[in-house]
């Protein structure tokens, strides 16, 4: 370029096809746009995730559904009979393809029919109704509704007209209310009937807000028995033509199943049902009974009929240990005069009508997280109060940025190096200021030959310092990205960490739901390098470049620099202004995400509940409602557009004014031309590299915005600790002598409802109490109190006369124990690993899991899978029937070898054989061992050495099986009402 200046420069002006100004244009847009393309490295990572994430997302979209609820196509009949026909079906999970469920089964169901499906677990019966709503599709073989088949059926409109009431209830966020009417259009007396007929509406009541009462996800403020009678309530209101019972008493206590029981008969007449039960009292009544092994139907017929046959059925019945006692509970069915007879018709079909409106978002309560087992049980009193969850606490205290740096401080080299890197890229941009100067410069002189040879050297600085911009970039980029990296990953299991150390009370609380939890993992760990990775570095860079341009632009012409300083408060102001606005923005649009989050959490976690209900398009449209107000965050896009423009054209404008005193600063007062440019040149580069650092200053508040929110989370400390005065004893084994004294309690999220009152209870090694008493009482809150889920407001809990809160650390404690619950957690992992984690301080020999399943009457299944122990369970075991993931359960406690054995209902899911083989495992398991067992049942827990009973949280008696009969209390009362023969 100086070459050619040269060569024009003799020529008459309009004959100069190079001049100085020429190339100075040329320069400035070569060199701007090299230094936009580079400013946009920061920005090319959020590519990078984008394009990441887009893939899976993609993914997502691109596959097609073979079973599509949402596609308006197939028959919609006005109304099902419910004649239902299964057509040699086969059928293999596509989990375990290799596992043969269905085998050519055969069976039709007429209309109007109560059919009962019996069986030992794993025989298909579960499967059958789950093909019949189409959550799966046969591998071959048809399944005709009135004569259509099932593929060929409108699979939305068919769904609504199917009642499901499962093993586990799955209640909603949400009120009771909405819960009963949950996708359909229902008044208050079709919703009270319903209620009343599944027996929830007396509980409901004595709620202080009635149906009104806003329930946590899933429940969780509920005890079993309650969730399922909502459940059964939901079912009921659609008034369906078909009605499926998959163990839908399985979880309530003797009194509610006659009365539910003695309701579910009165709603299957008329409509076809289909029920799954291990207890024979519920299914003795049905019109046929279906007896399957091994994915085909060997026997059917009446209850009647398949006893003289002296078959299968025949058996399973002397083997089941409670149908004697059952039997004589039925010769007692008279007595239901309390059960409300709800007509029919007084069901409207609600359940064709879709909500249309949106109602109010609902408030997510969390899943509750266990030490022993992934989940404690939940708590189990509700009584004159209605529940609440706690409002979520948005504001969080303001963090500086070098508290924020203080979590990267394990980096601090990392981040040492990349500062340094920036403050010297921020340098190169003063020194290309003064060396273009220079070279401007020159052209003033009349020696051409000095002009070449000074442009040659000044073109070598240039390379040079080219070459040092680019290897210190290089260099900042490394060394930030891989300190941010890191940070990301450490807070993420500090984060993770410090939740699992949270007791129970934590997790209660609406603003640690899942969906938020899950929130904070995935976005607030990873945006908090926004403030000390890269984007501090273009922060730096920009200050750099900004005061050493000021330096020396004050060096050469101090007027002209304060003067070409007008323009930076403009800059200075829109990057406040900037920070205001995204900052209103990000709460707003933070809290609408998390609400949304709340939903698909949810409804993803109980899909096959959404499925079943037919509310996906519901469910669809309140996750679509939550998302517009997030719509809505982005108007402020209209401030922040203007304000960041003003950013950016500020600093030409600052420059027009520069140059424009520049030359009248060379004409009066004989400023050197190079010193104008120089100032010129200096200060607009400051001031666009702090422009171009506004761009980051919503990810920079964001960031430490999240950053407070993840160090508020870290310094949450529980309240359920090691206390000081317990001391770890290496191989301290317990006796098992238990002491319950004084213990008073109300759970935190509802102070003002007594839970337990001064409960006094005494168990000696090795004996067995069972706590036995309505839903509701308080029996699962005490397993909860001596497994340290919570602490007791008053009184002491002793383990071989140590309390076990001062001292018994928490790991030494519940190293003692182990727990098999009413509704078991598995996790995605394989079925040796499930096991295995009853003991994770040490790596479990596999002798010992085989040992272990063996005993729970696992073995045999599991050894039949074509991968044996390293087959691998869905999310929550979903691939198990509920016997077989009961069994894993109690496999995983026995594998720890506990001292104390904690038993809630384990043997509730297992057919009358399985029960068998495990009620004895179970009793020889305790027999050294100190055991507590919860049971709605009482034919399980007769030969308990001490029985009691628990009733509106206190010990309302205690003693023998015979002790307490001859009592005539309480416990009469419940024997009575389960086996009257033997209250006698």
């Not at 701007?32 to 946009?40: D, G, L, R, S």
Request: charged share 20%; hydrophobic share 40%; net charge neutral.
């Amino acid at each position: 370029g100086a070459a050619l200046c040269v060569r024009d420069m003799d020529l008459p002006p309009e004959m100069q096809y190079y001049h100085p100004g020429i190339m100075l244009t040329i320069l400035f847009c070569t060199f701007m746009a090299a230094q936009n393309i580079a400013m946009c490295q920061p920005h090319l990572e959020t590519f990078s995730t984008a394009r990441g994430a887009a893939k899976s997302l993609f993914k997502l979209l691109e596959r097609k559904s073979k079973i599509n609820a949402l596609e308006q196509t197939g028959l919609k009949p006005e109304k099902f009979k419910g004649d239902i026909v299964f057509d040699n079906l086969y059928f293999n999970y596509p989990s375990r393809p290799d596992v043969k469920v269905l085998r050519g089964l055969t069976l039709r169901v007429r209309a109007g029919e109560t059919v009962a499906l019996v069986g030992g677990s794993g025989c298909g019966k579960s499967t059958l109704l789950q093909l019949l709503q189409r959550l799966y599709d046969p591998d071959s073989g048809q399944v005709y509704v009135d004569g259509h088949q099932l593929l060929n059926l409108h699979l939305h409109h068919f769904r609504t007209s199917i009642g499901v009431v499962g093993q586990e209830p799955v209640l909603f966020s949400g009120t009771i209310r909405e819960n009963i009417a949950f996708g359909a259009e229902a008044s208050d007396a079709e919703i009270i009937a319903a209620a009343k007929t599944a027996n929830a509406h007396s509980f409901i009541t004595k709620l202080a807000k009635g149906y009104d009462t806003m329930l946590g996800s899933n429940g969780t403020s509920l005890s079993g028995g309650q969730k399922q009678r909502v459940a059964i309530a939901r079912a009921l209101l659609r008034n369906p033509s078909i009605l499926l019972l998959d163990e839908p008493t399985s979880a309530l206590d003797p009194a509610a199943e006659r009365l539910v029981q003695a309701a579910l008969d009165a709603a299957s007449k008329g409509r076809t049902t289909l029920v799954v039960s291990h207890r024979l009292s519920t299914i003795v009544n049905a019109t046929r009974i279906v007896y399957m092994e091994q994915g085909a139907v060997l026997e059917e017929g009446t209850h009647m009929e398949l006893l003289e046959k002296k078959g299968l059925y025949w058996k399973l019945v002397q083997d089941d240990m409670t149908h004697k006692s059952a039997m004589a509970a039925l010769s007692a069915e008279d007595e239901l005069d309390d059960v409300e007879e709800i007509p029919k018709e007084t069901f409207r079909r609600a359940s064709v009508q879709r909500l249309s409106t949106h109602r109010e978002s609902m408030i997510r309560a969390s899943k509750r997280m266990g030490s022993i087992s992934s989940n404690l049980p939940v708590p189990d009193i509700i009584q004159q109060t209605g529940i609440e969850p706690e409002d979520e606490v948005d504001e969080v205290p303001d963090v500086s940025t070098w508290q924020l740096l203080k979590l990267n401080a394990p980096e601090w080299k990392l981040l040492v190096g990349g500062a340094l890197a920036s403050l010297l890229v921020g340098a190169t941009m003063p020194t290309f200021a003064l060396l273009l100067s220079k070279l401007y410069g020159m052209f003033s002189w009349s020696d051409r030959q000095l002009i070449l040879s000074e442009s040659l050297k000044y073109a070598g600085y240039f390379l040079l310092a080219a070459a040092a911009c680019g290897a210190v970039t290089f260099l900042q980029a490394w060394l930030f990205a891989k300190a941010g990296i890191k940070l990301t990953d450490r807070l993420r299991k500090m984060c993770f960490g410090n939740y699992l150390r949270q007791d129970q009370a934590w997790f209660d609380s609406s603003a640690n739901s899942v969906g938020a939890l899950c929130a904070r993992l995935s976005s607030d760990c990873a945006a908090v390098q926004g403030a000390t990775g890269s984007r501090l570095g273009a922060i730096l860079q920009g200050v750099s470049t900004m005061s050493i341009g000021v330096t020396l632009a004050m060096f050469y012409s101090w007027k002209m620099t304060l003067v070409s300083l007008l323009s930076v408060p403009c800059v200075m102001g829109g990057i406040w202004l900037e920070s205001w606005v995204s900052r209103r923005a990000e709460q707003s649009e933070r809290k609408s995400l998390e609400k949304a989050s709340r939903l698909a959490t949810e409804a993803v976690l109980n899909l096959r509940t959404v499925q079943t209900l037919g509310v996906e398009q519901t469910v669809l449209d309140r996750y679509t409602s939550s998302l517009q107000s997030s719509e809505t965050c982005s108007l402020t896009a209209c401030v922040r557009g203007p304000v960041y423009g003003l950013c950016l054209c500020a600093p030409t404008l600052g420059y027009a004014v520069s140059l424009a005193y520049g030359g009248y600063l060379i004409a009066r007062e004989d400023l050197p031309y190079a010193s104008a440019v120089l100032v010129a040149e200096a200060l607009i580069y400051g001031a666009w590299m702090l422009a171009e650092a506004l761009s980051f200053a919503p990810n920079f508040a964001a960031a430490k915005r999240s950053g407070a929110r993840i160090i508020r989370a870290l310094d949450t400390q529980p309240s359920v600790v090691t206390e000081n005065s317990a001391k770890e004893e290496p191989g301290w084994t317990a006796q098992g002598n238990l002491e319950f004294s004084a213990i008073e309690f109300r759970y935190p999220t509802r102070p003002t409802v007594p839970v337990l009152k001064s409960i006094n209870l005494q168990l000696r090694a090795g004996k067995t109490l069972a706590l036995v008493g309505p839903s509701g009482c308080g029996k699962s809150t005490l397993v909860q109190l001596l497994q340290r889920g919570y602490d007791p407001i008053s009184g002491t809990i002793r383990i071989d006369g140590r309390d076990i809160k001062r001292s018994l650390t928490l790991s030494q404690l519940r190293s003692q124990l182990g727990l098999v619950q009413q509704e078991p957690s598995l996790f995605s992992r394989s079925i040796r690993d499930n096991i295995a984690y009853g003991d994770n301080t040490r790596d479990v020999p596999l002798e010992e899991i085989i040992d272990a399943a063996t005993k729970a009457n696992v073995h045999t299944f599991i050894a039949g899978l074509p991968l044996g122990y390293d087959t691998v369970l869905g999310g929550g075991g979903a691939s198990l029937s509920g016997g077989q993931k009961q069994r894993v359960a109690i496999a995983r406690a026995l594998l720890r070898h506990p001292r104390i054995l904690l038993l809630d209902e384990p043997t509730s899911a297992l057919d009358a054989n399985s029960e068998k083989v495990v009620q004895a495992a179970l009793e020889a398991a305790a027999a050294d061992r100190t055991t507590i067992i919860i049971a709605h049942r009482l034919a399980t827990v007769r030969h308990a050495d001490q029985i009691a009973v628990i009733h509106q949280g206190v010990v309302a008696e205690l003693g023998s099986h015979d002790e307490l009969v001859r009592k005539r209390g309480l416990y009469w009362e419940l024997l009575k009402q389960q086996a009257p023969a033997e209250a006698t």
